[in-house]
């Protein structure tokens, strides 16, 4: 499974961006998404997940009410609305298991660059 994230970029503050996770290779139903971020200096954190079927979904509290996550075929879209000085951060796809930890993702795209200007 590849997974490739894109959409990232310079923003300023209250801004929106839509950042894109394409997978390809192996990929079948069985793997759900989830979104990660590391800021520099931090800890990975997780951000939001869907399940492969779309039927359920996670978020962080931090990014509640302003992020939304979408399934289109095998693209997972992360829309982030409102956005903050504090999401400034590289943010990751992975592939796996749902759930809000990196542990049950097998698969980790690259990352895509979020800068949130104040």
């Known amino acids: 499974v590849q997974l490739q994230a894109s959409g990232g970029g310079l923003v300023q503050a209250g801004g929106s961006l839509r950042l894109s996770c394409a997978a390809s290779g192996r990929i079948s139903s069985g793997y759900d998404v989830g979104w990660f971020r590391q800021a520099p200096g931090k800890e990975r954190e997780f951000v939001a997940a869907i399940r492969w079927s779309g039927g359920s979904t996670s978020f962080a509290d931090s990014v509640k009410g302003r992020f939304t996550i979408a399934r289109d075929k095998n693209t997972v879209h992360l829309q982030m609305n409102s956005l903050k000085p504090e999401d400034t951060a590289v943010y990751l796809c992975?592939?796996?298991?749902?759930?809000?930890?990196?542990?049950?993702?097998?698969?980790w795209g690259q990352g895509t660059l979020v800068t949130v200007s104040s």
């Open positions: 992975a592939a796996g298991r749902f759930s809000t930890t990196r542990r049950t993702y097998d698969y």
